[in-house]
């Protein structure tokens, strides 16, 4: 994803891996309907969206009145915070757009400013993301056989991923590795989108249904399981795609370790466990059919939460840019976020 000129230019995902589809628009709605639609997800990927969102949404309004302006600006903020609910980058994306248009002046410099902004926000998100990449690599064995569930690579950033970023980051280190990838059901993210990516990158992949993860581990061909979050609570609880926390459980049983790759950005110091986390719930439509075809008898319902909650008992680490956190997370999680800020300030953590 990125912005040119006076657009927003991002890959549409809905269409991989059959066609790799480059949109461009300079309309905010466009943007707020592609986070809505998944041709735009990702938590972090969500967050620099709806930051440039908010950027075009600044260059649409034409009033020269600050008051004016401001309310009109969050109007287009409100539609952009209305997409999707679980993933707290869109949240801390759009407040921190809304701050930085509060201290304009006038219009014509909360204009530029709000590009500006937009732009630090997409440019943070890649050097976190390589951070993280470089501390997670340590924790990957050389020879290791990883399992990751969704996707949480250059996809769902805006360049070079979590999860994925910390395997990139371990093969840029010189180490082999192979990747088990959970199909990810029912959009199938990791079949679409993670083998995607692994197989442009060279990285040896093995794709697997949902349901064989806990077989792989019982013949010991599974050494760790590296995932993303889309929001992470203060004691360590992880929101993910659905699936993570069966994967975590698994993981649990067999002794195997579950890390957890994301931004001090995804952390939500504010929501005290991950039973407060608001779970979105989707079209059961997607349930329903495979890719437009559909797959169960007319008249059943479906159940289709987009997320589940891990228990950070299950959590062996969460790598973030500001360093690896570990039990007691409502420790390590302040402290990673205390290292942003001093990173942020030009201080070393």
Not at 91 to 120: H, N, T, Y
Not at 175 to 185: F, L, M, S
Not at 222 to 248: E, F
Request: proline fraction near 5%; aromatic fraction near 4%.
């Amino acid at each position: 994803m990125e912005w040119v000129g006076g657009g927003v230019r991002f890959i549409d995902q809905t269409r991989l891996p059959l066609e790799k589809a480059i949109l461009e628009t300079a309309d905010y709605r466009v943007v707020a309907e592609a986070i809505k639609t998944m041709q735009i997800r990702g938590a972090p990927a969500i967050g620099v969206a709806a930051a440039m969102g908010v950027a075009l949404g600044a260059n649409e309004i034409n009033s020269t009145q600050r008051d004016e302006y401001l309310t009109r600006l969050s109007e287009v903020i409100q539609t952009l915070r209305s997409t999707r609910p679980t993933a707290v980058n869109l949240f801390w994306a759009l407040d921190r757009m809304e701050r930085c248009a509060q201290q304009g002046s006038e219009p014509s410099s909360i204009r530029k400013s709000l590009v500006e902004e937009a732009q630090a926000i997409a440019d943070e998100d890649e050097s976190a993301n390589r951070r993280m990449g470089a501390l997670g690599a340590a924790l990957i064995p050389d020879g290791a056989r990883v399992l990751t569930h969704c996707n949480a690579g250059a996809l769902a950033t805006s360049a070079y991923g979590t999860a994925l970023g910390v395997l990139r980051a371990a093969v840029e280190a010189g180490k082999q590795i192979e990747v088990y990838a959970d199909e990810t059901r029912p959009l199938l993210q990791g079949a679409r989108l993670t083998a995607w990516e692994l197989a442009e990158d060279g990285i040896p992949l093995t794709l697997i249904t949902d349901n064989m993860a806990g077989y792989l581990m019982s013949l010991g061909r599974i050494d760790c399981v590296i995932v993303g979050a889309d929001r992470i609570s203060s004691n360590g609880d992880v929101a993910n795609k659905i699936g993570t926390y069966s994967v975590a459980v698994l993981a649990h049983a067999h002794g195997i370790p579950f890390y957890v790759a994301a931004p001090t950005s995804t952390i939500d110091l504010n929501m005290p466990s991950g039973d407060h986390i608001p779970i979105e719930e989707r079209n059961q439509e997607e349930v329903l059919t495979l890719q437009g075809v559909r797959t169960a008898p007319l008249g059943v319902r479906a159940f289709n939460p987009a997320f589940d909650v891990t228990p950070h008992r299950y959590v062996a680490a969460i790598i973030t840019e500001a360093g690896i956190a570990r039990e007691p997370f409502g420790d390590s999680l302040r402290e990673v976020c205390k290292n942003t800020s001093r990173q942020m300030e030009g201080e070393q953590p």
